[in-house]
């Protein structure tokens, strides 16, 4: 060993692409999945304890585990990809559904539904999990996240409620796989822990066995620790150390002992870490189970079954009387508001992705890119046939419901020959005021000119025509009357052809 080419050596790709232009937030996956102990995360940064390629000539690991790295995005996708639904911004899914502790006062503690903290504690009562991975408040500054591996109930207690900034959770699951030999973990994450412990999978890094299941939380994005902290101190006169809790509504909330102080987002998003601008997962895509809040609703959370294993184990936590549900589609402004959230959230990380790419010549994190695979495939072959579409003199109103009802963000618009005049989308419906939505019909907020695509064309083409014209979705044409409408393809049926070949 001791070779001295540095080039096979992941850690020098990791240092220029991650660490050295600002995407790390600070999982700790690099750290945990090292074979030679070789980095350390302290102080807001990913240090380098000695020079790895002493010990090893070939290593690709850091590298590919880091959730802001490209490496195995489609095979770690594959680990969801045979829940029934896949929606456009929300991802693979068997049900949503709302949910609360049954416990009032945990409710009351995490300000939220304290599902998450219901599900890990009764895990571990019933031997379901041997730890959970959870976030805990540092004790001199409570806003700042300490990572841990909790091993009795109240280790969790002790966890619940969000802290904004990053928390190295990875780094914590490698304890608790190394120092505590745990072997039936859960792990509590936002989307990019998430997807950096489905990456240890995809790579069958061995402390992947240990995983039980994962909890992702939405997120719309963490603070820099320092930054943050920095700006309460100097604009509000805050000590960190007074800080009791942060929580997120329409405004960042600051509560202190004595005070309450509302800031609002547009005054601090400069200093939500740099990887949030491009990270365009808002439920955690890759969990097991999904929780986010139920907003408007202040005590429930709204929760994304995805994989079998989550949706059995959260039911039996139903069934035993720790967490009581409520029927998402009775409450259709969360609905509206969640799919909105996740939207908004990816089309403004697709934009400046573009931007950074002009600016550092290659893109981060995206869920798809060109391949080969699509290349081999025909229109005809993938298009969605049975299209669920609205006529173009219903009212924005009764769009809505059809959203509510189906899911799906956009729908082709047909005129009363039965010809696609267009798209709707629940973007569009969602600018027009409440007041005004039953008067509104929906040809009015119907984005004339759809892209069109044709049988014979390929999967390469369409996602093309996708990229050129920055929209989601291609509506397919007969190519000899193109006013009759085929079928059609969205962006979420090409990531599907690639996640599908990625497990073969
Ligand atoms: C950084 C961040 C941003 C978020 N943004 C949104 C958003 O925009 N919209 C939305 O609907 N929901 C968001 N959430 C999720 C929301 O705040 C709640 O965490 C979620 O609804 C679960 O609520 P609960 O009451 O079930 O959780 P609880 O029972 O209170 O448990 C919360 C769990 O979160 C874990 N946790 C806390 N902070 C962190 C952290 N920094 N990193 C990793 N794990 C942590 C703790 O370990 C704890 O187990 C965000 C969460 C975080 C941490
Ligand atoms: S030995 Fe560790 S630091 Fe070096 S490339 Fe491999 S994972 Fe990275
Ligand atoms: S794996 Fe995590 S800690 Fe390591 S560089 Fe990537 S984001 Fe940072
Ligand atoms: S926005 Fe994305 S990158 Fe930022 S903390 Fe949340 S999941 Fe991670």
Redesign the pocket.
Known sequence: MGSNNDSLIAYNVLKKKIINAGFCTQCGACEAACPVSALQIKDEKVNRLHDCSKDLDLCPICYGVCPHSEALLLRSLSFVADAPVRNEVVGYYRKIVLAQATDRK?REQ?R???????L?TYGIEKNIFDSAI??QAEHDNPAK?KASVALVPDD?LS?????????S?AKAYGSAVYGYGKTKIAF???PC?VLALRKMEAWQHKISGSMKITIG??????FSLSNLLDHITKTYKVKPSEIKHMR?SSKFVVQTEHDVIRIPMSEIEDHILPSCRTCTDFTSELADIS???A?PLTDW??VILRTKAGEDFFYEAVENGIVSTWVIEKEPNVMERLII?AMQKRSAALKEAKKIEEVYGYLPVLMLRESDELAQIKVEDIMTKNVTTVPEDISVNQFLDIVARRRHIAYPVLNKNGEPIGIATLEEASKIAQASRKDTPVSKITRTQPVAAYPGETALDVFRKMEKHEVGRVLVLDPVNPKKMLGIITKTDLMHILTNAAKT
């Open positions: 945990l995490s939220g539904g304290a599902v998450v903290t219901s890990l959870v976030s996240p969790i966890a619940i409620g969000s802290k904004f900034f990053p928390s959770v509590v994450g936002v822990h939380l939405f997120c719309f994005g963490t997120l929780v986010g809040s907003y959370s709204t959230a």
